[in-house]
């Protein structure tokens, strides 16, 4: 069963088609045909043959007039499975028959043992090889320039899940995190919670200890998308108060209104990271007025691997 990071990784491409086009020519230094419009075709790759083949995503690349010059096959693989080398041959024949233009199987490693292990061509027989074009975290690029991160975020997504651990992790955050202020609030949490889940275990826990310092700035330099909910759920207590036409009344609807925004910001930090919430806990979190404990609960959930665990105060 696909994982929260196997989805949110094809997210990437399903937000921006153009993306593969892009981690073709640099990463790999292809030169692809003219291509005018980027699109997405069914991923059901079955042909006449009792098996059904499914890909990841396929993307096609088209001219002006709307003739295909260039089809990808995109594949997220987050561990070995010898099924899906057998599987890959056929995803690329297949397409190439429906439609008659160069195809390019690109599978998309987040490690790199995994990387190497899916590079390996595939030996069909008689000089027949099928050799995906592999992007793992030694191919994809840095972004560390804040105007490419906004240009490009997903782009910027996949760097920092490939290099959160290297020498130019602070340049790579700082661009991530100007790509989550070109986004939509639901995306860019979706984008977030996703790279918080990738991180290997000593980053997050170094993350994890920058935003429990007392000035909070690190919090705020970490997840700016939740002081985006924040100030939604702000602007929100501060309308149920003018509309009650209270003296305090507006005092108190702001403060309901930040909790509420605390609140969601974490639910959906939670749903990203692919972390199950019950109905209790949901209403646990719902309900809660305390914007300290709020606060404490959205930093946890950073690292978090279950809500019991978001739950757990420090003994």
């Known amino acids: 069963m696909p994982s929260t990071l196997h989805e949110v990784l094809?997210?990437?491409?399903r937000h921006r088609p153009p993306l593969a086009a892009e981690l073709l020519t640099d990463p790999f230094d292809l030169k692809l045909p003219a291509w005018e419009q980027a699109s997405l075709l069914s991923s059901d790759l079955s042909a006449l043959l009792p098996t059904e083949f499914r890909a990841d995503l396929v993307a096609l690349f088209s001219d002006?007039?709307?003739?295909?010059?260039?089809?990808?096959?995109l594949e997220v693989q987050l561990g070995r499975d010898t099924d899906k080398r057998r599987s890959w041959p056929a995803y690329v024949a297949n397409l190439y028959a429906r439609l008659g233009c160069p195809t390019v199987l690109l599978v998309l490693c987040p490690?790199?043992?995994?990387?190497?292990?899916?590079?390996?061509?595939?030996?069909?027989g008689v000089g027949?090889?099928?050799?995906?074009?592999?992007?793992?975290?030694?191919?994809?690029?840095?972004?560390?320039?804040?105007?490419?991160?906004?240009?490009?975020?997903?782009?910027?997504?996949l760097s920092a899940v490939a290099h959160?651990?290297?020498?130019?992790?602070?340049?790579?955050?700082?661009?991530?995190?100007?790509?989550?202020?070109s986004v939509d609030i639901e995306r860019a949490t979706l984008y977030a919670g996703m790279v918080l889940a990738a991180l290997p275990a000593a980053i997050r826990s170094e993350l994890e200890a920058g935003m429990t310092t007392a000035t909070g700035e690190y919090r705020d330099y970490l997840s700016p998308f939740v002081n985006r909910f924040v100030d939604q759920g702000r602007a929100e207590g501060e309308a149920i108060g003018e509309a009650r036409g209270e003296a305090r009344g507006e005092a108190r609807g702001e403060a309901r209104g930040e909790a509420r925004g605390e609140a969601k910001a974490l639910l959906t930090m939670l749903a990203a990271?692919?972390?199950?919430?019950?109905?209790?806990a949901r209403r646990r979190i719902t309900e809660c007025t305390d914007l300290e404990q709020l606060d404490r609960w959205v930093r946890?959930?950073?690292?978090?691997?279950?809500?019991?665990?978001?739950?757990?105060?420090?003994?």
């Not at 002006?64 to 096959?73: E, I, L």
């Not at 959160?164 to 202020?181: D, H, I, K, N, T």
């Not at 990271?273 to 209790?280: A, C, D, L, N, Y």
């Open 10 to 13: 094809i997210e990437l491409f």
């Open 64 to 73: 002006a007039a709307g003739v295909p010059v260039q089809a990808v096959v």
């Open 111 to 124: 490690s790199r043992p995994i990387a190497g292990w899916a590079a390996a061509p595939i030996e069909l």
């Open 128 to 157: 027949s090889v099928v050799t995906p074009l592999v992007l793992g975290p030694d191919r994809v690029p840095v972004v560390t320039e804040p105007a490419q991160a906004a240009a490009c975020p997903e782009l910027a997504v």
């Open 164 to 181: 959160s651990a290297g020498p130019r992790r602070s340049g790579v955050f700082e661009a991530l995190w100007c790509a989550l202020e």
């Open 273 to 280: 990271r692919g972390i199950k919430v019950t109905t209790p």
């Open 300 to 315: 946890r959930a950073a690292t978090a691997r279950s809500v019991s665990e978001l739950f757990a105060e420090p003994e």
